[in-house]
């Protein structure tokens, strides 16, 4: 829901078609940026449900605009991914279930990493564990100072050396607990991790995401 996230899914998409129609060719896209400050770490059934209203106030005024399928541009606003597809008749391109589609039969045991809610509720989770690919336990230390690295730096367009040493950290950990693969389950966290040199694969959940966007319309055109 960060402007942040929202310019890397604007330049990511339209790299992506770019590349596949060539130069000058661009993204035809419908953007609604939502204010983060009423949707950052929420916690209440209450708070969650308002969010859940404005995502989908926000996609029918999208479908009315003209968008043909959609994304919510955010892991953590996943939760909320149900009410949003309810409420227009175009397809809600889900971020989790792209990650599944493209991890399944090459890995069996990952590890998810993000916001605390995707770290730990089911909503995320569970989509990876239909096609098969085992998750490891969150660790709280992990999910505390990776929250505290998203909602604290990321978020306000800072990425530390500290922070990047604190992901190669977590991501040597959790090869050593038997990952074969890292989910990035946080937009901004490709602001702190190698996407393409570490220690493990990284399965980046933003350009995966913005990969099944670019496929749609280049479909669609």
Known sequence: MSWLSTRTYYEHINRLVQAKAGFPASAPLVIE???FAPLARLSSVEEWTRAATTLAEAA????????????????SMHKVYD?????????VIH??????DRMAGKVQKAALIGTRNVMLESFYRQKLIARDIELLPPEMAFVDTLDRIIYDELLRGKATRQAER????ILTNLQQDGAQAVVLGATELEMVVDV???VLPIYD????????AAAWILVTE
Do not use: F, W, Y
């Not at 959940?205 to 099944?212: L, N, S």
């Open 196 to 198: 393409d040199a570490n």
């Open 166 to 169: 604190e992901l190669k950290t």
């Open 95 to 100: 971020i989790a279930e792209c990650v599944a």
């Open 205 to 212: 959940c933003t350009r995966i995401h913005a990969e099944a």
């Open 83 to 91: 009410e949003v597809a309810s409420a227009v008749s175009v397809p």
């Open 60 to 75: 029918k005024r999208l479908e009315q605009a003209g968008a043909t399928a959609m994304l919510i541009g955010a892991n």
């Open 33 to 35: 940026s939502l204010d």
